[in-house]
């Protein structure tokens, strides 16, 4: 494990304080799972992008014009 500073607004601290405390668990665990949710939902994004980059561009007018042929605006 590496040590970190990190500086928490006072609300977000009290609330992990509780957290902590209700989940019988470490602010420094919590956090850590915290980073590693938001790393891999990152993750999840970039190769969501990565499969859509093949997908046909469509203007917003043409988009526009979709929808309306479709009679849904």
């Known amino acids: ?14 609330a992990l304080k509780l957290k902590s405390v209700e989940a019988n668990q ?3 665990h919590l956090v850590n799972d915290a980073i590693r949710i938001t790393l891999s939902e ?17 203007s ?3 988009f526009l014009q979709e929808l309306k042929s479709r009679g849904q605006i």
């Open 26 to 28: 470490s602010i420094s």
């Open 42 to 58: 990152d993750l999840s994004d970039l190769s969501d992008v990565e499969q859509r980059q093949q997908e046909k561009t469509v």
């Open 1 to 14: 494990m590496k040590r970190a500073t990190i500086y928490l607004e006072e609300d977000l601290h009290h």
């Open 60 to 62: 917003y007018e043409e």
